[in-house]
């Protein structure tokens, strides 16, 4: 089975800096799929990124950015500059493409943006 | 225009009952999964339907039984509640072999 570990369970960090937030996984597959998702107090599950791991380059979506470290079976994510409603849970998550995809999740880090 | 939803949105019974709580999705996507997350927020799958039919089934009681009427549709069924039950169920749902998870809001479900 593949796992997931995220090793900080809570993080802070001061508005308008940057944080990463740590990921690693154990699998031994070559083809899968890597994303990061935000659980905000509302308890809503939203995607922020995902990263294909037959691609070299990192994922960016605006203020997120991804270090998919392949043979180091890390994929971390970087805010940058923070801002409060990035106060969420995130939660790594690891895809082996199936017939019903398994998707697997990490503990989660809570992230809070102090002002 | 909600693409998943599932109701209802808090759940409080007593233990002993039985209750439903039900997903739709109109993304048109052809896998529909079931979470729960417990107070720990770890989240672990129930179970997965393609196309109406059941793909994976973890380990969970035989008190939980999903229902797929069709491929728009995941709803799950839980027999003689627990305390132990109580937690947050999210549907979910993927278009294909390559895309993310699509989530409902969760269901917040308390058993007292």
């Known amino acids: 089975a593949q796992t997931v570990t995220q090793s900080q369970p809570e993080m802070s960090v001061q508005e308008a800096e940057t944080v990463t937030l740590s990921c690693t996984y154990d699998?031994?597959?070559?083809?899968?799929?890597l994303f990061w998702y935000k659980q905000p107090p509302s308890r809503q599950m939203i995607l922020v990124i995902r990263?294909?791991?037959?691609?070299?380059q990192n994922a960016t979506e605006n203020r997120f950015s991804v270090n998919f470290q392949k043979a180091a079976k890390s994929f971390s994510l970087k805010i940058s500059d923070s801002q409060l409603g990035d106060t969420a849970m995130y939660f790594c998550?690891?895809?082996?493409?199936?017939?019903?995809?398994?998707?697997?999740f990490g503990t989660g880090t809570s992230l809070t943006v102090i002002p | 225009d909600t693409a998943v939803s599932q109701t209802p949105k808090y759940l409080v019974t007593q233990m002993g009952n039985d209750k439903s709580i039900k997903c739709e999705q109109n993304?048109?996507?052809?896998?529909m999964y079931w979470y729960k997350q417990d107070s720990k927020k770890f989240l672990k799958i129930m179970f997965s339907?393609?196309?109406?039919?059941?793909?994976i089934n973890e380990t969970v009681p035989n008190r939980f039984s999903p229902k797929s009427p069709d491929k728009a549709h995941l709803n799950l069924h839980i027999n003689s509640l627990e305390l132990g039950d109580s937690a947050v169920y999210f549907c979910?749902?993927?278009?294909?072999?390559?895309?993310?998870?699509?989530f409902g809001n969760g269901t917040r479900l308390t058993v007292t």
């Open positions: 979910a749902s993927s278009q294909d072999r390559r895309s993310p998870l699509h």
């Open positions: 699998t031994s597959e070559n083809n899968y799929y």
């Open positions: 990263q294909e791991a037959y691609k070299q």
């Open positions: 998550a690891f895809m082996k493409p199936l017939t019903g995809n398994q998707f697997y």
């Open positions: 993304l048109g996507h052809d896998t």
């Open positions: 339907y393609n196309n109406k039919e059941l793909i």
